[in-house]
């Protein structure tokens, strides 16, 4: 059974710092996807990381992935209250291209303050 | 840009009664999936459908049912909704995750509490 656990689950910071949302999952898996869902919206897609090493980079947010260590990573860099949100990370088991879905972390509620 | 559309963002409805929950999609994506989000769970997989009249069991089917007559439709079934249901219920379509670079667009969710 496929598990993916993000940490933090709960993060609260100040504007202008940096923080580091990580993503651990169980099972070998070459696709991983991030998402931001906003206070009563839907989830809206950051990032889709498809390799081992893989980095994307839009704005101030840059996630990564390593499939050795099963492991991927959002990095906020000089973070703004905009940013606030919460967070999802979500693995692909069937690297084949089935679509079975993906499954998802719990989430990391973020909020920036002032 | 892709809309997958929910037929309503909140439902209020009584335990033991049917109820049905629609999406469509405009796009003509084949996936098609309904999760649901609770409170510190994150998303859990209801059921997906590949293809018109296919269906798979996703990791928590039990108690739902799926309908996908078109293409472009999905519908969730509640065969008698429980108090236990009450949960915000996410669509979501892609076009096919064969695609590298496929992604899930959802729709804006409905709230469903069962009383």
């Known amino acids: ?114 | 840009d892709v809309k997958v559309t929910q037929s309503s963002r909140y439902l209020v409805k009584r335990t033991g009664e049917k109820v049905f929950l629609e999406c469509v999609q405009d796009m003509d994506h084949e996936n098609m999936f309904w999760y649901r989000q609770d409170p510190g769970l994150g998303l859990r997989l209801i059921y997906f459908s590949y293809d018109v009249k296919m269906k798979e069991k996703g990791d928590i089917p039990e108690g739902y049912s799926v309908s996908r007559e078109k293409k472009e439709r999905f519908s969730l079934i509640l065969e008698s909704a429980s108090t236990n249901q009450t949960s915000m219920y996410l669509c979501a379509s892609s076009l096919y995750l064969g695609d590298l670079n496929e992604k899930l667009f959802f729709g804006s969710g409905t709230q469903l509490s069962v009383l």
């Open chain 1, 1 to 114: 059974e496929l598990k993916v656990e993000q940490n933090p689950l709960f993060l609260s910071m100040q504007e202008g710092k940096n923080y580091t949302i990580y993503c651990n999952y169980s099972t070998t898996s070459d696709r991983l996807y991030w998402y931001r869902q906003d206070p009563g919206k839907s989830l809206e897609s950051l990032f889709v990381l498809l390799s081992n090493g893989a980095v994307k980079q839009e704005g101030r947010l840059m996630a990564s992935l390593d499939t050795k260590a099963r492991l991927s990573t959002l990095h906020i860099t000089a973070a703004v209250h905009d940013l606030s949100a919460t967070y999802f990370c979500a693995v692909d088991l069937d690297s084949g291209g089935g679509a079975d879905g993906l499954t998802f972390g719990k989430g990391t509620h973020l909020i920036i303050q002032p």
